[in-house]
């Protein structure tokens, strides 16, 4: 897509380098079959054709062999896979992010979107990009927490009763201008990071919550495949 002077542009980045040892399957969850296709192809196919999104950069395993055998044709050259991914989430972005430092300037906006939430939809980010287009900063996905929240000993027993108000689930794509992003990431203890808000927060920012959809939740047990395939025959008419 074309920028108009002085735009920031917005880049995808997938951290997608996770051996997904809690599916219980030789095969990284990335690459387990879901609907028909490698499950690391729906959100990417979603992010490659979304007219907004300039580019998508994917961060993969150094040795990963099963990415360049997954259908890539409808992304033309928006897509970039990065082989070098680290040992932990936080590190697979923060080496992807310097490794595409000449594709992205400070004022960019990089969006950091697990490959195992294949679930995403074109209306989510649009929803991100619209709040979001006035930040400095940046934000995230995610949705109100409706379940009653117990706080557990080591034995399993209750010791209390959380309350959920102003209680969110983090979601992603979170959306940070990248100058922010890797300044954070580069301060913070990249082993303690789960998720790129908690490495911004650090910093004093504060990013912004938009309202995201259940529908984007993590692929993370072999149960949660069936669910995700049902969501996508649901909302994004695929089977
Ligand atoms: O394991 P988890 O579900 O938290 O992984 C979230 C995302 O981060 C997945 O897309 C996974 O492939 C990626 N990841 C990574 N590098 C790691 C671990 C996880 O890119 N070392």
Redesign the pocket.
């Known amino acids: 897509m074309d920028q108009m002077p002085n735009q920031p542009k917005h880049v995808a980045l997938?951290?997608?380098?996770?051996s997904?040892s809690r599916m219980g399957s030789a095969t990284?969850k990335?690459y387990a079959p879901l609907a028909g296709r490698p499950l690391i192809e729906h959100a990417v196919h979603t992010l490659c054709r979304h007219p907004r999104i300039d580019q998508v950069f994917v961060?993969l395993a150094p040795g990963d062999r099963d990415f360049a055998a997954c259908d890539w044709r409808c992304c033309g050259d928006k897509l970039m896979p990065l082989y070098c991914?680290?040992?932990?989430?936080a590190?697979?972005v923060f080496n992807g992010l310097l490794a595409a430092n000449d594709a992205i300037d400070g004022n960019d906006w990089v969006l950091v979107h697990?490959?195992?939430r294949p679930c995403l939809t074109a209306a989510d980010i649009d929803r991100l990009l619209a709040a979001l287009k006035d930040s400095e900063v940046g934000g995230l996905l995610a949705v109100p927490v409706a379940d009653t929240l117990k706080r557990a000993n080591a034995e399993g027993e209750v010791l209390q009763t959380v309350a959920r108000e102003q209680l969110w689930r983090a979601q992603t794509p979170q959306m940070f201008r990248y100058r922010v992003l890797i300044e954070a990431l580069r301060r913070a203890d990249i082993a303690a990071v789960t998720d790129e808000a908690s490495a911004v927060e650090q910093t004093g920012a504060r990013p912004l919550l938009v309202g995201g959809s259940t529908g984007n939740f993590?692929v993370?047990y072999p149960e949660d495949l069936a669910l995700a395939e049902l969501v996508l025959q649901q909302f994004h008419g695929k089977r």
């Open positions: 997938i951290p997608a380098a996770g997904g990284p990335q961060v991914g680290g040992e932990t989430r590190a697979s697990d490959a195992a993590k993370t």
